[in-house]
């Protein structure tokens, strides 16, 4: 057992670096020496054309290390379903939906960008974030239906409802934060929850509830 949670614990650490990259891309390429491929990265003022593709090769990057990383969970899933490392395996491979829905977005937002498009045609046609959130959502709910005694099941249920947000599915995600509020009164993300909700009802127009 010891060794499995050693493996486990090392590829838990690799995939969390792999997700950090992303908000620490900008910064890292600002401090890199001139002869490090990530200083080919780094954004330049006033050069929005040139700005795009090295956003592109960026998410491209860390779109092949997700890949790869939902490959090796996915294999690791087969060998411990049903083991007390079941949970915490899906919920990264929620987490790595959601990441891949993220570089989806910048595809599609950027499908009218001649440069993007030529430089990665086949990748900006089957861009599809909304598929990758689906997936997401539907790790989540299993993990909330298999696992009610997973220790970070505030977690799932609030990323669960944040995703069911970006689909428009707000009254899923209502009833989610509902849950989250009533049943993890002590949970760091009560604050959240209550924030999310007071938007939802404002986007309603029911004020007085939001204001609440």
Excluded: C
């Amino acid at each position: 057992m010891g060794r499995v949670r050693g493996i486990f614990t090392f590829f838990i650490v690799g995939a969390s670096a792999m997700i950090m990259f992303t908000s620490s891309r900008n910064a890292i390429a600002r401090d890199a020496p001139s002869n490090d491929p990530l200083s080919s990265l780094k954004i330049k003022p006033g050069d929005q054309q040139g700005n795009d593709i090295r956003e592109l090769k960026a998410e491209l990057l860390i779109t092949d290390s997700e890949r790869k990383a939902i490959l090796q969970i996915k294999k690791l899933l087969a060998r411990y379903r049903g083991t007390p490392l079941e949970p915490e395996l899906q919920f990264r491979l929620a987490e790595l939906y959601i990441r891949r829905a993220k570089t989806d977005r910048f595809l599609e937002m950027h499908r009218d960008s001649a440069d993007v498009v030529r430089f990665a045609p086949k990748l900006v046609k089957s861009a599809a974030s909304k598929k990758k959130i689906r997936q997401a959502i539907a790790v989540y709910a299993y993990i909330i239906k298999r696992f009610p005694d997973y220790e970070k099941l505030d977690e799932v249920i609030f990323n669960d409802a944040f995703a069911n947000q970006q689909l428009g599915a707000d009254d899923t995600a209502e009833h989610l934060y509902l849950t989250l509020v009533r049943d993890f009164q002590n949970s760091q993300l009560m604050p959240d929850a209550n924030l999310a909700l007071g938007e939802i009802d404002f986007q309603r127009h029911d004020f007085k509830s939001a204001l609440e």
